[in-house]
């Protein structure tokens, strides 16, 4: 108000009320326009790989380093990793809007750059249901809803398809790994994307007594014994069985049921997720009960 008497000292304020008017009505326009031509920065690979799947990849700007797929999506600059972004590095390449997942973080540089920037934060999504609910968000905010809506509904058939599957006959433990490069091997317990890939499937966390991801304990993981190991590895060749003595000693070590796949590919909750509990589900079944070393 104080601005727009500023801009109309003469009227006194009384122009102010329809300026005020016009404002609001353009501020509202503003709120409910879909970013359709904005210039984003995304943090999080799940929606980078739904913003290609729209069509709407030419307003990316930047990635963080969990957007790896598609391949193309490793072409675009770099903003670091979504759990520890950087201020400055994202605010020099002066956005329109950042689009960021549940995870991004640390909260502090979140506050920071909303300061300066639109943050949108994209819901989180750990279940089937809520990646075609997330698709659907991401569609709308891109003005891309007939491609949202193809793409959701392809999504809902493939999840009908797999339930319909479940549960399987013979359920194994399933020890859960998450292979990153500086931290080393994760177990996933409960609370975490791995357990909710596991939920999805109806197959038992042989971990679920541990909250969250902590550092493996192999003679731990030993006691455990689980029946298949998956090993989400967030850099290729992160993982190697033959370092790790104590989990070829488990059942699953010794018949040889360890699945190794990229972290994003089994842990994002994007759009290749049905393909992602494909290959779970595929490992947990084995053949004839048994499976020989599953190829990357
Ligand atoms: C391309 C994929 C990924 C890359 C490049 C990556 C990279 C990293 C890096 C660099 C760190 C250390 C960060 C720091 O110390 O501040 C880290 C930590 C971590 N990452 Fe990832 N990561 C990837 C995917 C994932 C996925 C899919 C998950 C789980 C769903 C995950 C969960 C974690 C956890 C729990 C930590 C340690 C806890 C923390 O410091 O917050 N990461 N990752």
């Given at each position: 108000m104080s601005l727009l008497r500023k801009r109309h000292p003469s009227t006194g304020g009384k122009r102010a009320v329809p300026a005020l008017r016009l404002s609001l009505s353009l501020m509202l326009l503003m709120l409910c326009t879909p970013l359709a031509a904005e210039r984003l920065v995304v943090a999080g690979g799940a929606i980078t790989e739904v913003i290609y799947a729209l069509g709407a990849?030419?307003?990316?700007i930047a990635v963080d380093s969990?957007?790896?797929?598609?391949?193309?999506?490793?072409?675009l600059p770099r903003v670091g990793y979504v759990r520890a972004l950087p201020v400055e590095g994202i605010l020099a390449l002066k956005p329109d809007r950042l689009l960021v997942a549940?995870?991004?973080?640390p909260e502090r540089a979140l506050r920071q750059l909303e300061r300066v920037v639109p943050v949108t934060r994209i819901t989180s999504a750990w279940e089937p249901d809520a990646v075609v609910e997330r698709v659907r968000q991401i569609a709308e905010l891109l003005d891309r809803r007939e491609q949202g809506e193809r793409l959701a509904s392809q999504l809902e058939q493939e999840f009908a398809e797999i339930e319909r599957r479940l549960p399987l006959d013979r359920q194994p433990r399933v020890l859960f790994l998450l292979a990153t490069g500086g931290h080393g091997l994760l177990v996933g317990g409960r609370d975490t994307q791995a357990q909710a890939l596991l939920d999805a499937l109806q197959l038992p966390n042989a971990a679920e007594q541990i909250e969250g991801f902590k550092p493996l304990n192999a003679e731990a993981a030993l006691a455990l014994r689980p029946e298949l190991i998956v090993v989400a590895e967030?850099?290729?060749?992160?993982?190697?069985?033959?370092?790790w003595p104590a989990l070829q000693q488990t059942p699953a070590g010794r018949s040889g049921r360890v699945l190794v796949r990229d972290s994003m590919f089994l842990l994002s909750f994007g759009p290749r997720l049905p393909q992602a509990m494909e290959a779970v589900l595929a490992a947990a079944r084995g053949r004839d009960g048994r499976t020989a070393w599953l190829p990357r």
């Open positions: 990849e030419d307003q990316l969990t957007s790896t797929w598609p391949p193309e999506a490793r072409n549940p995870e991004a973080g967030t850099a290729e060749g992160a993982f190697r069985l033959e370092d």
